[in-house]
């Protein structure tokens, strides 16, 4: 073979094109990865998990065509925490990112820096919500922290520039543009393609500004909790849509409609240019002045909130799933489909009204549980449905099983590569979570538990010392607690035993507890 055609026989084999043969040895085929997360995505808004509020056609198609996960959780129900710990496969009390607020050490180790060093090419596109340039991509063009809706900033390798348009549309573009124009195409690839929404404050695409509004969505069955089988924390928390949702930013106002001053939607409506905020004015404009004209009160006014807020909410869902078609139909067409692993998560849960609620962060199911799912045709049955503890800290590890690359001995999760493929069924029977951003927005307290199959134990301390159990089977939407019902009290022992054993396999302890406190409190003080 002379050199010319024995340097483009590598090219094609690395770029995953042709297997290659060496002798007798042959260097498998490794597959590009493409990692899609959107943030505060509740698995209620994704239809394949059946609670019929939205259509997400090109999501389900994911799960259609591979795998859905029914219980897919996460380590610490936050933005910033959630994505430190799939990038590096470890707990936040390890990797230090435990809550939105201070830095991220960009210098340790992460999965995307193993899959550079195994011959992959990698990019990160879209939110990351971690301070500092990206480490562990080749190409980054990502927002500043939240990022904003219309017409955002994006930083390209560190370089920041201000791009007319709406945010998911932009960020598909991006996405699109690095895998067909700006990657080295002799390498396998993994793309981490985030979309911002369907974040608060729920800006909708032009094009979708009158979706929904003519449905009337039913509160959940807990809507008017009253969290009486509950400890002092979901007392305390600062969540309920008909409290906490302002008038500007949440519910579209520009001015209040009670003492008439302009709210803080109008930063939004400010940053708009004329064609976007026309549109958008002739759509919500007159529904707010209807509102004026006869202000609901009582359950009515709850009503108006949950409806406007769910809309919203599910509008701009829709974006991100036009996106997820656009990324789809590209494999489909550039011949990728079959050697591309596809996966499409949420950083975090999201509570729909369930308990009166919005936002995440509690250890309770809705934030807890993220819409999970993956497609790689070479290795997962159509149809596939896995019901296991799987966890975000499990997304480094399996990428790197899948690129036969290196698992790094530190990364505390596993890989579910063989799990999902149906050449195992052992996985872990427990799952460990931990929260610590409080006092802060939102006011949900610091909490650590663990969950299994059936029963999930939590403990929230700082400034109370309290304990909560559940029986999933018996209580799905955790309205009781039996922590100290003595027909569990078996439960309860071995439930503490277990949480033992997960706080000793992942290294964590009070005293990490106080090491993160004492961190915050000093930060409190400068
Ligand atoms: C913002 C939101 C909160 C949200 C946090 C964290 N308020 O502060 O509702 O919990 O982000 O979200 S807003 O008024 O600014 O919209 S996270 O996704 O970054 O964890």
């Known amino acids: 073979m002379n050199k010319t055609s024995l340097v483009s026989l590598l090219t094609l084999c690395t770029a995953g094109m042709v297997p290659a043969v060496f002798g007798q040895k042959t260097m498998k085929q490794r597959p590009n990865i493409i990692y899609i997360m959107s943030d505060d995505h509740a698995y209620q808004a994704v239809s394949s998990y059946g609670f019929g509020l939205n259509k997400t056609p090109n999501i389900d198609r994911i799960?259609?065509?591979?795998?859905?996960?029914?219980?897919?959780?996460?380590?610490?129900?936050?933005?910033?925490?959630?994505?430190?710990?799939?990038?590096?496969?470890?707990?936040?009390?390890?990797?230090?990112?435990?809550?939105?607020?201070?830095?991220?050490?960009?210098?340790?180790?992460?999965?995307?820096?193993?899959?550079?060093?195994?011959?992959?090419?990698?990019?990160?596109?879209?939110k990351i919500h971690l301070d500092g340039l990206p480490q562990g991509f080749d190409y980054s063009n990502v927002l500043p922290g939240q990022g904003n809706y219309y017409n955002p900033d994006f930083i390209e390798n560190g370089v920041k520039k201000r791009y007319p348009g709406y945010v998911t549309k932009l960020t598909t573009q991006f996405a699109l543009d690095w895998l067909d124009q700006k990657r080295d195409k002799t390498k396998p690839f993994c793309l981490l393609y985030h979309q911002k929404a369907p974040h608060r404050n729920w800006l909708p695409e032009e094009k979708y500004l009158e979706l929904f509004?003519?449905?009337?969505?039913?509160?959940?069955?807990?809507?008017?909790?009253?969290?009486?089988?509950?400890?002092?924390?979901?007392?305390?928390?600062?969540?309920?849509i008909t409290k906490i949702m302002?008038?500007?930013?949440?519910?579209?106002?520009?001015?209040?409609?009670?003492?008439?001053?302009?709210?803080?939607?109008?930063?939004?409506?400010?940053?708009?240019?004329?064609?976007q905020r026309k549109a958008w004015r002739a759509v919500y404009n007159p529904k707010n002045e209807a509102f004026l004209k006869n202000k609901p009160e009582g359950k009515e006014l709850d009503q108006w909130k949950f409806q406007r807020y769910l809309r919203d909410y599910l509008k701009v869902i829709q974006s991100v799933d036009d996106g997820v078609g656009e990324?789809?139909?590209?494999?489909?067409?550039?011949?990728?489909?079959?050697?591309?692993?596809?996966?499409?998560?949420?950083?975090?849960?999201?509570?729909?009204?369930?308990?009166g609620w919005?936002?995440?962060?509690?250890?309770?199911?809705?934030?807890?549980?993220?819409?999970?799912?993956?497609?790689?045709?070479?290795?997962?049955?159509?149809?596939?449905?896995?019901?296991?503890?799987?966890?975000?800290?499990?997304?480094a590890p399996t990428f790197l099983d899948y690129a036969d690359a290196k698992v790094p001995s530190d990364m505390q999760g596993e890989s579910f590569r063989k799990l999902v493929s149906g050449k195992t069924k052992v996985w872990r029977d427990a799952t460990y979570y931990t929260y610590y951003e409080y006092p802060a927005e939102h006011s949900v307290k610091r909490h650590y538990g663990v969950a299994t199959d059936r029963y999930k134990l939590i403990h929230?301390?700082?400034?109370?010392?309290?304990?909560?159990?559940?029986?999933?089977?018996?209580?799905?939407?955790?309205?009781?607690?039996?922590y100290n019902d003595p027909a569990y009290a078996d439960v309860q022992q071995r439930m503490h035993k277990r949480l033992t054993e997960v706080r000793t396999k992942y290294g964590d302890s009070d005293a990490s507890d106080q090491k993160y406190l004492d961190a915050f409190l000093k930060g409190l003080k400068k």
């Open 358 to 395: 919005f936002d995440k962060r509690f250890m309770y199911e809705e934030s807890f549980r993220v819409p999970l799912l993956i497609r790689y045709p070479k290795e997962i049955k159509p149809g596939t449905r896995i019901g296991n503890l799987v966890q975000n800290l499990d997304f």
């Open 63 to 126: 799960g259609q065509e591979g795998a859905i996960f029914t219980r897919a959780c996460v380590s610490n129900s936050l933005c910033a925490p959630s994505r430190a710990t799939m990038l590096t496969g470890k707990h936040s009390f390890v990797n230090g990112k435990t809550d939105n607020r201070g830095g991220f050490n960009w210098d340790q180790d992460n999965f995307p820096k193993q899959l550079q060093k195994a011959g992959y090419t990698t990019a990160m596109i879209g």
């Open 246 to 275: 302002g008038w500007g930013h949440d519910m579209k106002f520009e001015n209040d409609p009670y003492s008439g001053a302009p709210t803080n939607f109008m930063a939004d409506i400010n940053r708009m240019d004329d064609q």
């Open 213 to 240: 509004e003519d449905r009337v969505f039913p509160f959940p069955d807990n809507f008017y909790d009253d969290y009486s089988g509950r400890s002092t924390a979901a007392h305390t928390q600062a969540m309920e």
């Open 460 to 482: 929230f301390y700082y400034d109370v010392d309290e304990w909560e159990l559940y029986d999933l089977e018996k209580d799905p939407h955790e309205m009781k607690s039996v």
């Open 327 to 355: 990324l789809l139909d590209y494999l489909d067409k550039n011949g990728l489909k079959d050697n591309t692993i596809v996966v499409y998560t949420s950083d975090n849960g999201f509570y729909l009204g369930e308990h």
